[in-house]
């Protein structure tokens, strides 16, 4: 079965830098876009970045724009989050997620076929 497997969470200070990776497997990807969402405490999952597998092209959230960087590694078959300049409303579990390509960016919850586990991501002042 399709898996998806977050790693790289944490805690860091204010201004610092965290990287996630997502490892997928179970299927082939090449169809799809993956992303990744983040969902804070009494908060909805939010957006947060996409990328498609192809191509590599991506797309932000504007919270994020300048200091997050979507990538994948298709030899590895995985996903990766950098994120720079974080602040403490980044602190949030964010989660990988799997979308099958269409005409538009996936950025709503339904449109996300497969998920990962989540892995915390805390940012303290």
């Known amino acids: 079965q399709v898996q998806l497997v977050e790693s790289g969470g944490g805690l860091v200070q204010a201004g610092g830098s965290l990287r996630l990776s997502c490892a997928a497997s179970?299927?082939?990807?090449?169809?799809?876009?993956m992303g990744w969402f983040r969902q804070a405490p009494g908060k909805e999952r939010e957006f947060v970045a996409v990328?498609?597998?192809?191509?590599?092209?991506?797309y932000y959230a504007d919270f994020v724009k300048g200091r997050f960087t979507i990538s994948r590694d298709n030899a590895k078959n995985t996903g990766y989050l950098q994120m720079n300049s974080l602040k403490p409303e980044d602190t949030a579990v964010y989660y990988c997620?799997?979308?099958?390509?269409?005409?538009?960016?996936?950025?709503?919850?339904?449109?996300?076929?497969?998920w990962g586990q989540g892995t915390q991501v805390t940012v303290s002042s």
């Open positions: 990328t498609r597998w192809s191509t590599g092209s991506t």
């Open positions: 997620a799997a979308a099958i390509e269409g005409g538009t960016w996936p950025t709503r919850e339904y449109e996300v076929k497969y």
């Open positions: 179970g299927r082939t990807f090449s169809s799809y876009v």
